[in-house]
Nanobody, 115 residues
Framework: QVQLVESGGGLVQPGGSLRLSCAASRSIFNIYTMAWFRQAPGNQREVVASISSAGSTNYADSVKGRFTISRDNAENTVYLQMNNLKPEDTAVYYC?????????WGQGTQVTVSS
């Protein structure tokens, strides 16, 4: 079992930045793919960024060049640095860990981009 706890959400003005953190209850990054998803009201949950166990990263087209996913293996923490935020980035952001049939989700953290 793996627990994921997100933090770092909040209210920010357009053009601003936030950094989300996801702390895992144990060391899993060497075997699990980690990712950030988001879900806006009325929309399906979508993947924003992912980082494989080997360290390869992928991003949704809508966030390329603005968001960066990274991890600190010693701290068992994954980050999502979000720059130049736009109102359409407003959503609940979820941390995800996946490996084969094993998937784990965090409780979500709200990000609101508004002036």
């Amino acid at each position: 079992q793996v627990q994921l706890v997100e933090s770092g959400g909040g209210l920010v003005q357009p053009g601003g930045s936030l950094r989300l953190s996801c702390a895992a209850s144990r060391s899993i990054f060497n075997i699990y793919t980690m990712a950030w998803f988001r879900q806006a009201p009325g929309n399906q949950r979508e993947v924003v960024a992912s980082i494989s166990s080997a360290g390869s990263t992928n991003y949704a087209d809508s966030v390329k060049g603005r968001f960066t996913i990274s991890r600190d293996n010693a701290e068992n923490t994954v980050y999502l640095q979000m720059n130049n935020l736009k109102p359409e980035d407003t959503a609940v952001y979820y941390c995800y860990a996946g490996r084969a049939q094993y998937t784990y989700w965090g409780q979500g953290t709200q990000v609101t981009v508004s002036s």
